[in-house]
């Protein structure tokens, strides 16, 4: 069964990982999820379910 994770990366919400040993782990932050503190979002499974604050182009979820 398929894992739905919301497509952060084209989120006006999303700051990305600018520190090398951060974007080890992680692909960026939200910072709209958890205001008024940014949430570190992982690189393995991105945030689970849906989001209620995504802002961008394309679908609000992929399929992973």
């Keep these: 069964m398929a894992k739905i994770v ?3 990366t084209a989120c006006k919400n999303f700051l990305k990982a ?3 040993q951060t ?3 992680y692909m960026g932050q939200c910072m709209k999820l958890e205001w008024p503190y940014n949430m ?4 393995v499974d991105g945030i689970e379910g ?3 604050y995504y ?3 394309g ?5 992973k």
């Design 59 to 63: 679908p609000a979820t992929l399929q």
């Design 50 to 52: 849906e989001c209620g």
């Design 40 to 43: 570190n979002i992982p690189k």
């Design 55 to 57: 802002e961008g182009s």
């Design 18 to 20: 600018t520190d090398p």
């Design 23 to 25: 974007s080890k782990a």
């Design 6 to 8: 919301p497509n952060c």
